[in-house]
């Protein structure tokens, strides 16, 4: 396994239509390989999520961690995943608000607000069909994973600019040194 670097904002390949893994090839040792260095890399950088493109591969897959209810530290909402060739489908009209950061964008959160309900279905690592959903902060961390996989980072979400701010700033006038945000 390895660290792989991360691209930053400004990087083309942040900004490109990816492109789907056929999944006879998730089986592969490519892909395997691929998804090992994607979850070393996560840990390393404390990301909640990463979208292969983050690591300059411009394929349909991202990958999250245990993902935890930012108000209860305590509480798992989901389980770590990889998730390759998503389709997303809302379930609801209703709206969520959170703060958010991208490894990709580093030092910054904004506030974006997303759909609250959500399905995903794709595959996983061993290449079965897989389909689950999810509400609140952890839909908002798939969402923007998958938004990785079509060029479009959190900063395009934002609907008020005024909403975005350095970490250290956020961390003294906005929350407290422990709130969580998604990657
Ligand atoms: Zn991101």
Request: net charge negative; aromatic share 8%; hydrophobic share 40%.
């Amino acid at each position: 396994m390895a660290i792989r670097k991360i691209a930053r904002l400004g990087n083309p390949v942040l900004r490109e239509k990816t492109r789907e893994i056929p999944p006879d090839q998730i089986r592969s040792p490519e892909v395997q390989r691929l998804i090992d260095d994607m979850i070393e890399t996560m840990r390393e950088y404390e990301g909640v999520g990463l979208a292969a493109p983050q690591v300059h591969e411009s394929v349909r897959l991202f990958i999250t961690a245990d993902i935890y209810d930012p108000e209860d530290s305590e509480k798992l909402l989901a389980p770590a995943r990889v998730v390759i060739n998503p389709q997303m489908t809302f379930l609801t009209q209703d709206e969520v608000e959170y703060w958010e950061g991208c490894l990709s964008v580093p030092d910054l959160r904004g506030l974006v607000r997303r759909p609250r309900k959500l399905r995903i279905s794709g595959y996983d690592r061993a290449g079965n069909e897989v389909q689950f959903e999810a509400v609140d902060f952890a839909a908002v961390v798939y969402q923007h994973e998958y938004d990785h996989l079509d060029g479009v980072v959190f900063l395009d979400r934002m609907t008020d600019m005024k909403k975005l701010a350095f970490l250290r700033e956020f961390g003294r006038y906005i929350a407290g040194p422990d709130e969580k945000v998604a990657d």
